[in-house]
C-alpha cells in the first residue's frame, strides 16, 4: 500500500470510529445473527491476489459488522464492561504504529521505562504499599496464573521448575472466585483436585474461618497449604472476601496471598470504596484490570507483586540472544511473565491517565455507581423483584419472584432474561447465587447515562408484565 492510500484510508477509518463511538447506540446491543451466518458469506481459502481495500471495507460493514456484539454500547449491561476511550484509541493506534515489541529495557527504552512509571501511578491511585510492583499482562487470568506459578516456586523452593515436584500443593478460594483460578490451578500443575473451594457467608463472600478448618484438615493430611486466592467483586455478584483476615491466615500458614479484584479494583481509587482493600499489605499479589472499568481498551491488565524477585526468578531465563550489556541496571519485563514477546501497552494507559486525570476518572466511577444504586432502589420498588446481593459497585443482582417454587423460579427468570435481551436495547447476563438464577446488570460503559439505566428499568418491568400475564 503506498503512502498516500495508507492515509488516505486511515483517514477514512479515523472519521468512521469516530461516528461509531457517536452512533453506536443506534445498533442493537447483541448480534443478532444465528450461528455460521458470519461463516457463510466469507471465502473457505484465501485470496490468491491481492484486494482493493474499498472492498475489504464493504465486506467489513456488510458482513462482520452485522455479527458484533457492541460493548460500547451505552445499554451494555452484561459481564463487567470493557472500556474504551478516545483518547486510549489513539494510544492504541500509535502503538500499532510504531509495532514495538518491548520484551527487553535495550528493546524499547521508553516502553520499559513508561510501563514502569504508569504502573506505580496505578499503585499510588489504589493506595498500595510502596514495596508493590507492577507489570501489565494482557488478562486477570494470565496474572492470576503468574501468582499461581510463583506460589509454587516459593513453595517448594524453586525447585519444581527444576525437576517438577511429587509433593500435594493446596490451593483455596471462594466457592465464588473466578473460573480462570481453576484453570491456573490445571495449568500450573497443582492438579484441579487440589483447588479447595471455601464456602462463603450470605453476603457471598469468603468464609475466613472455614478456609482456617480446610488448611488445617490439609495439614493433618500430609498435604502442603501453598496459595489463596482472594476476590475484591466477584463476577457473580460482586462479592468482597476480607482481605485483613485472609491475610492474617495466609500469614500464619506461609500462604501466597493473591488478590483477584480485576473488576472492583478500580472503585478502590475513590477514597469510600477504599475499604474493599483493607489488608491488601498482607497480601503477595494483586490484579485489577483498566481495561475493565478504567477508560483502557482491552488488553491492558495490572498485576502487582510484593517481592518482584519471587515472580522474576519463577519466569527469568537467559539465553545468550536476549544478554545485553545493561541488564543489571534495568527491568526487563520478559521476566516478569509469561510471554517474551510484549506489546506497548503502557503507551494507551498512559494516554488515559493523562486525558482524565485522577479525578476525571473517578467522576465517571462514581457516577457508574450512583447510576447502579439508583436502578437498585426504584427496582425494589416492585414488589415482585427481589436483590439478591449487595450492591457495593455497580453490579446489581436480581430475580423476579412471586412465590412460586425454586425450579419454577429459575425457569421464569431465564425466560425474563431473554425477553429483555430480545429487544436488542440492552444487554443483561445471569449468574446462579445458591442455586438461584440470577440476572446481572452492571453499570460501566463509559457513555452510559440516567436515561439508559432508565430504560433498561422500563424494559425489566415490561416483560415481567408481559410474562406474568402469559402465565
Known amino acids: 500500500m503506498k503512502r498516500e492510500d495508507f492515509q488516505k484510508y486511515g483517514y477514512q477509518l479515523i472519521d468512521w470510529i469516530g461516528d461509531y463511538l457517536e452512533e453506536v447506540e443506534k445498533y442493537p446491543v447483541k448480534s443478532t445473527v444465528r450461528p455460521g451466518e458470519v461463516k457463510g458469506q466469507l471465502p473457505s481459502s484465501p485470496p490468491a491476489q491481492s484486494e482493493e481495500m ?85 488478562t486477570a487470568s494470565t496474572a492470576t496464573l503468574c501468582a499461581l506459578l510463583a506460589a509454587r516456586e516459593k513453595a517448594t523452593g524453586f525447585a519444581a521448575n527444576e525437576s517438577g515436584f511429587s509433593e500435594i500443593l493446596r490451593v483455596y478460594a471462594s466457592e465464588e472466585a473466578h473460573s480462570s483460578v481453576e484453570k491456573g490451578v490445571k495449568i500450573a500443575g497443582y492438579g484441579r483436585k487440589n483447588l479447595v473451594y471455601i464456602p462463603t457467608d450470605d453476603e457471598y463472600a469468603m ?74 499489605e498482607k497480601a503477595d499479589s494483586l490484579v485489577f484490570n483498566p481495561h475493565k472499568w478504567m477508560l483502557t481498551n482491552f488488553d491492558c491488565s495490572a498485576f502487582f507483586v510484593c517481592d518482584h524477585r519471587l515472580l522474576t526468578r519463577t519466569f527469568e531465563i537467559h539465553p545468550e540472544y536476549l544478554k545485553t550489556g545493561v541488564d543489571a541496571e534495568v527491568k526487563n519485563f520478559r521476566d ?7 506489546r506497548f501497552r503502557s503507551l494507551k494507559l498512559w494516554f488515559v491517565l493523562r486525558s482524565y486525570g485522577v ?113
Not at 451494555?76 to 484509541?89: E, Q, R, V
Not at 516478569?336 to 510484549?342: D, E, F, N
Request: glycine residues 8%.
Open 54 to 138: 474499498d472492498r475489504i471495507l464493504m465486506d467489513f460493514n456488510s458482513i462482520i459488522m452485522p455479527g458484533m456484539t457492541h460493548w460500547q454500547h451505552p445499554g451494555w449491561f452484561a459481564y463487567f464492561p470493557s472500556n474504551n476511550s478516545p483518547a486510549s484509541i489513539l494510544g492504541e493506534l500509535l502503538s500499532a504504529g510504531l509495532g514495538t515489541q518491548g520484551m527487553v529495557w535495550e528493546t524499547s527504552p521508553s516502553a520499559t521505562e513508561l510501563e514502569e512509571v504508569v504502573m506505580d501511578w496505578l499503585r499510588q491511585m489504589l493506595g498500595l504499599p510502596e514495596e508493590f510492583a507492577g507489570v501489565i499482562q494482557d
Open 207 to 280: 468464609i475466613p474461618g472455614e478456609m482456617e478448618k480446610a488448611i488445617e484438615s490439609d495439614l493433618r493430611a500430609g498435604l502442603k497449604p501453598t496459595a489463596v486466592v482472594a476476590t475484591v467483586g466477584t463476577t457473580s455478584s460482586g462479592a468482597v472476601d476480607p482481605l485483613k483476615a485472609i491475610g492474617e491466615l495466609s500469614s500464619k500458614y506461609g500462604l501466597w496471598l493473591h488478590v483477584d479484584a480485576a473488576y472492583a479494583g478500580t472503585a478502590a481509587i475513590l477514597p469510600e470504596k477504599r475499604w474493599a482493600l483493607e489488608g491488601v
Open 336 to 342: 516478569w511473565g509469561i510471554q517474551l514477546g510484549r
Open 359 to 471: 479525578e476525571g476518572i473517578k467522576k465517571i466511577i462514581r457516577r457508574h455507581i450512583h447510576l447502579a444504586e439508583r436502578f437498585c432502589d426504584e427496582l425494589v420498588k416492585d414488589k415482585r423483584i427481589e436483590v439478591l446481593a449487595p450492591v457495593y459497585f455497580s453490579l446489581v443482582c436480581f430475580r423476579l419472584n412471586d412465590g412460586r417454587p425454586e425450579d419454577e423460579l429459575n425457569l421464569l427468570n431465564e425466560q425474563l432474561l431473554e425477553a429483555i435481551n430480545s429487544t436488542g436495547k440492552v444487554f443483561l447476563t445471569h449468574t446462579t447465587l445458591k442455586g438461584k438464577f440470577t440476572i446481572r446488570l452492571v453499570v460501566g460503559q463509559r457513555t452510559t447515562e440516567e436515561r439508559h439505566v432508565r430504560e433498561a428499568l422500563e424494559i425489566i418491568r415490561a416483560k415481567a408484565d408481559e410474562i406474568l400475564k402469559k402465565e
